[in-house]
Structure formats: C-alpha cells, structure tokens
C-alpha cells in the first residue's frame, strides 16, 4: 500500500530556530517521487522539491535542506534559521508506479508549522 | 511566470444550486488534475486528464460531479446539485507527463461554501 506520515501535526518554534519536518513513506515500488509542497495562509500550494527514488543527495537550497534516506523511508525537511514568511502548512507527496498511472499524488496530512517572531 | 489560474476564488451558493469551476493550465501542460482539500479527508484526487481525455474520475462522486476539458486551456468542474458537504476548496493542477511523474503545479484553489 502506498502510504505518506506526517506525523507532526503542528510545530510551533521561535524565529531563526532550526525546525526539521518528518515525513516516512510506504511503497512496494522501487521507483518513485517525492515531493514537499508548501501552503501558506493564502491557501495556494506551492511546490518545492522533486526528489527521484535512485538520488539519494541531499539537497540544499538557500535556507531550505532535505534529507532522503532510503534505508528508512524518510525524506525530511529541515528550515533553518526560520522566519516568519515560514509560517504554513507542509505537505510530503508521494508519486510511484501505481499512482503514477492515475496521475495520483498521495499526500501526508501536512504539518502546520507556526515561526513567531 | 507561468502559473496555473483558477476561477471563481471564492464561492457561495445555497443548497441545490449548480456550481462551475474553472482552470486554465499551464500553457503546453498535458495534464490536468481536479483535487478537493477538507479538514476531515485531506487532499483528495477527483479527476484527471490527459491530452484532454479523462482518464480517471473515481474519486468523484458521479451523481453530481462531471469534470470536462473543452480546449486544451479550459477545465471545468461543476457540481449539480451542490450539497452542504461539499464544501471545501477545489483545486486545479497541471503537469507535462509523459511517465505520470511529473511535477504538479497547482492553481490558487476556489473555496466552495455550501449553504
């Protein structure tokens, strides 16, 4: 069955702390996408990232870092020195063979992440 | 910049009535899909296109959904009759495919309020 968790519902930290958002997936295929997508307050969904199944690198881009680990299903999101523009919700998607034939993104529950000044 | 643009942003209608929503995708983008975000279920597929022939719509409810492409820059979702539980915000996606894949770029949504 294809599964993404999220399982932190809401995290709330100081701004310019560091905050890593957890997402753990379950797929029987070997080859698959994952994806972040972000939705702030306004309430569009904003895509962030791509990552293939046979790229293990993690990848950095400015403040944003994402850490894929295939030995534990896990493609995490780190922040670092947040803001509060960081402010939304979070969402891990999962594209893979089965889904992938019906163009089904499957997406966690999201983790809302609140950065106070 | 190119950008997924959906019409109406908001709604508000009363029980029974026929709702329209439209997407306009990004120009060259194959793939067209239709999702419903609520509290409850998350984010859920509706419908997809692709090349404008629908290719999946279970995720709708058939009764009164219909999901359609008339051109390759129009997509069109509507309710008939619209329920109170229908509310949510429907959101439009599109993506080049050729694997099924791709990245989706999502529209800015339209928030649907049944009375």
């Known amino acids: 069955a294809q599964k993404v968790t999220q399982a932190q519902t809401e995290i709330s930290v100081v701004e310019k702390e560091d905050v890593t958002l957890d997402c753990v997936y379950e797929?029987?295929?070997?080859?698959?996408?994952l994806f972040w997508y972000k939705q702030p307050p306004s309430g569009e969904l904003v895509f962030l990232i791509r990552?293939?199944?046979?790229?293990?690198q993690n990848e950095i881009s400015g403040r944003y870092s994402w850490n894929f680990q295939k030995s534990t299903s896990s493609f995490n999101f780190t922040i670092t020195a947040s803001q509060v523009v960081d402010s939304a919700v979070y969402f891990c998607?999962?594209?893979?063979?089965?889904?992938?034939?019906?163009?089904?993104?499957?997406f966690g529950q999201g983790t809302t992440l609140q950065v106070k000044p | 910049d190119a950008r997924v643009t959906q019409t109406p942003r908001d709604k508000v209608t009363e029980m029974g009535q026929e709702v329209t929503m439209r997407c306009q995708p990004i120009?060259?983008?194959?793939?067209v899909f239709w999702y419903r975000q609520t509290m409850m279920q998350g984010l859920e597929l509706l419908a997809y296109?692709?090349?404008?022939?629908?290719?999946?719509d279970s995720g709708m409810p058939k009764d009164r959904f219909s999901a359609e492409m008339p051109d390759a820059t129009l997509a069109t979702l509507k309710i008939q009759p619209s329920e109170p539980r229908d509310s949510a915000v429907y959101f439009c996606?599109?993506?080049?495919?050729?694997?099924?894949?791709?990245?989706?770029?999502f529209g800015p949504g339209t928030r649907l309020l049944v009375l």
């Open positions: 998607a999962l594209s893979d063979l089965r889904s992938s034939n019906t163009g089904k993104l499957i």
């Open positions: 797929t029987r295929d070997t080859t698959y996408y």
């Open positions: 990552r293939n199944s046979f790229d293990e």
């Open positions: 120009l060259g983008h194959n793939t």
């Open positions: 296109f692709r090349n404008r022939a629908p290719l999946d």
């Open positions: 996606a599109s993506a080049m495919t050729e694997t099924g894949r791709e990245t989706q770029y």
